[in-house]
């Protein structure tokens, strides 16, 4: 038991200390994503799961998703499955800067979007596949992920004409980003409704410690746009494990750095992420 509980806290360790080894940037994000689920086997082939999750960012200062996610999986052979789901996902966009130019390059100013909820309807189909090698088993899921995203209001600020390119001006001034503007308008601005494509493809590797319920992994997952000619929109590395309780329930902890942006992520920064989930099988 004195080995058991010895290689256990050793994983943990390892993935905490990979999660801080890794640098961050002052302009980085930071995050929590937990995810509850529940997956029902019909049988040898088929099983059903059930989802929800809840995302908070903007260094934790703003809950940003709540979704509910329901889906079919199907084994036709050993080491290959097949899976279709949906969710509903009410997501949030953190506030938005957009510099406004004129036509000889100086700056006329900007436009400054309020963060604003709205709905989004997703559908998945995967292609997973694995296989293991002694007690490494390395995985690859092919994942099309179409996501229609409803009309939205939002309020926004417009901030105009520089006071650094108006001298002598008398009059009121508004500060935005360290520089006075000599003109501010606060309008309303509309979100149309939208729909993406993507191609998520992911590649990862788990290892099987003996005696130990601990199941450390690691991944890379690459999302290429299929509405701009495959352009990678964002990378994401994850490092994890899976903890066994019992036969019916586990939990997972890991370690997520994202670069770039997906129809659910606010501006470009990178974020990087504490994930925690739970997961009940019968």
Not at 167 to 183: D, L, Q, R
Not at 216 to 234: C, Q
Request: proline share 2%; aromatic share 12%.
């Amino acid at each position: 038991m004195t080995r058991l509980h010895t290689l256990c806290r050793t994983a943990v360790a390892a993935l905490m200390l990979a999660a801080t080894a890794l640098p961050a940037a002052a302009e980085d994000d930071f995050g929590i994503w937990t995810d509850l689920s529940a997956e029902k086997k019909i049988n040898k082939q088929f099983a059903a799961d059930l989802s929800v999750g809840f995302r908070a960012e903007d260094r934790l200062n703003h809950d940003t998703r709540w979704s509910v996610g329901t889906g079919l999986s199907y084994k036709p052979v050993k080491g290959l499955k097949l899976s279709a789901g949906y969710s509903l996902i009410r997501d949030f966009s953190l506030s938005e800067a957009k510099a406004k130019y004129k036509d000889n390059g100086n700056l006329s100013g900007y436009n400054v979007d309020h963060g604003f909820w709205r709905t989004k309807h997703r559908f998945t189909f995967d292609i997973s596949g694995k296989h293991t090698f002694g007690r490494l088993t390395v995985g690859l899921r092919e994942r099309f992920q179409m996501t229609h995203s409803n009309s939205a209001k939002t309020l926004r600020d417009k901030y105009r004409q520089p006071l650094a390119y108006q001298p002598g001006y008398p009059g009121e001034t508004w500060t935005y980003n360290g520089m006075e503007f000599c003109s501010y308008e606060l309008d309303q601005d509309d979100k149309s409704g939208k729909t993406t494509h993507y191609l998520r493809s992911r590649l990862s590797a788990e290892y099987d410690i003996r005696h130990c319920p601990l199941t450390p992994y690691a991944a890379v997952e690459w999302s290429h746009s299929l509405d701009d000619a495959m352009a990678l929109a964002k990378t994401r590395l994850t490092l994890g494990t899976d903890w066994k309780i019992s036969k019916k329930h586990s939990v997972s902890l890991a370690y997520i750095y994202q670069d770039g942006a997906g129809d659910d992520d606010s501006g470009t920064n990178n974020i990087h992420v504490i994930e925690v989930g739970y997961k009940f099988s019968f």
